[in-house]
C-alpha cells in the first residue's frame, strides 16, 4: 500500500500565485479542478482520499464531483460540516452582535488573516508561532508527542508557511463566514454522497462530530463515525497511535482481501459515535 501527501497551490510548501477567485463557488472550483489535474497528472484512480480539517472540506467536495475515482473517503476534523442549525452557530450569532464581535467579523470578511499578523510581526514573529505551536498541538495528549527536534522542525515549518507571501489564506472568507461556518455546508449535500465515508474526530476536536452524525442520517453509503481519544483537532499529534489505528481501520477492506472475525470490530481505546 503507498501513499501521497499533497499540498495544495497556495498553501504549505507549494508555489504562493495571486489569489484571484471573487466568490465562494469559484473557488471552491479552482480546488477541485486544482485536485483534478493533479490526479490526471499522476494517473491516479480509485484511491482512498484522506483530507483533514479545510482539506477535509475539499476532499468531501471532490469526492462529490468525481465520485469515480475514489473508492472510500476518510474526513478528519472536517471543517464545514455543520449548518446554521448547530447550536454553536446561535451562540456565534450572539457574540456578532456584540461590538467585539462585529469587529472581528468586519475583520474576516475584510481578508484580514491571522497569517498577516505573524508577517506583522517581523523579528517577533517566530517567538509567537512557537508559543502556538506549543500550546495547539500536543495539548491534549498524555506524555510527550514530539521530541524537541521534531517540535523545532514543527515551529520552523508553521512559521514560514505563515509569514510566506499570502495566497491561498484569502480564499477562507469565501468559503466560511466568520466562526468557520462553512457558506455551503457539506450537510445540505449528504444525501448525494456516493463515496463511502469514515469521519475521525478527536474527543476535544472543537470541530463538532456531531454534524457528521446528522450528514450520515442523509447518507445513501456507508458511513462511520470514529473519536480517538485524548486528541483535538490535530489528531495525528495528539495521539499518533490513536489515529493510526482509525485510519488502519478505516482502510480494512481494502488492507485485507480475507478479514477475519474482528473485520469490523473498532481497535480498542476508539469509539464510535
Known amino acids: 500500500m503507498s501513499f501521497m501527501i499533497v499540498s495544495y497551490p497556495r498553501w504549505g510548501g507549494s508555489s504562493r500565485p ?22 490526471k497528472a499522476k494517473n491516479l484512480s480509485n484511491f482512498i482520499l484522506l483530507g483533514h480539517s479545510f482539506g477535509g472540506y475539499v476532499a468531501a467536495k471532490y469526492a462529490l464531483k468525481h465520485p469515480e475515482h475514489v473508492q472510500h473517503l476518510i474526513l478528519v476534523g472536517p471543517a464545514g460540516v455543520s449548518s446554521d442549525s448547530d447550536p454553536k452557530y446561535e451562540t456565534l450569532t450572539r457574540f456578532k452582535a456584540t461590538w467585539k ?63 510566506a507571501k499570502g495566497s491561498g489564506e484569502l480564499c477562507l472568507k469565501y468559503i466560511f463566514s466568520f466562526g468557520a461556518f462553512a457558506r455551503t455546508p457539506l450537510l445540505n449535500s449528504a444525501s448525494e454522497w456516493k463515496v463511502p465515508t469514515t469521519f475521525i474526530y478527536g474527543f476535544q476536536d472543537w470541530m463538532n462530530y456531531e454534524g457528521a452524525m446528522e450528514a450520515r442520517k442523509q447518507m445513501k453509503v456507508p ?32 488492507l485485507s482481501p480475507e478479514p477475519d472475525s474482528d473485520f469490523d470490530s473498532l481497535p480498542e481505546g476508539l469509539t464510535s459515535a
Not at 119 to 142: C, D, E, H, K, Q
Not at 232 to 250: K, P, T
Request: aromatic content about 14%; overall charge negative.
Open 18 to 39: 495571486d489569489f484571484t477567485c471573487k466568490s465562494t463557488e469559484e473557488t471552491e472550483t479552482w480546488f477541485i479542478d486544482s485536485f483534478e489535474e493533479w490526479r
Open 101 to 163: 464581535g462585529a469587529i472581528l467579523n468586519h475583520l474576516w470578511e475584510s481578508n484580514f488573516t491571522p497569517m498577516k499578523v505573524v508577517r506583522g510581526l517581523g523579528p517577533w514573529g517566530p517567538n509567537i508561532v512557537r508559543r502556538y505551536t506549543s500550546a495547539r498541538f500536543g495539548a491534549y495528549a498524555t506524555g510527550d508527542t514530539l521530541t524537541e527536534d521534531e517540535s523545532r522542525l514543527l515551529t520552523d515549518y508553521v512559521y514560514h508557511t505563515l509569514a
Open 223 to 254: 458511513c462511520e463515525i470514529i473519536r480517538v481519544p485524548q486528541a483535538g483537532h490535530f489528531v495525528f499529534i495528539d495521539n499518533s497511535n490513536g489515529f493510526h489505528s482509525a485510519v488502519l481501520h478505516a482502510c480494512r477492506k481494502f
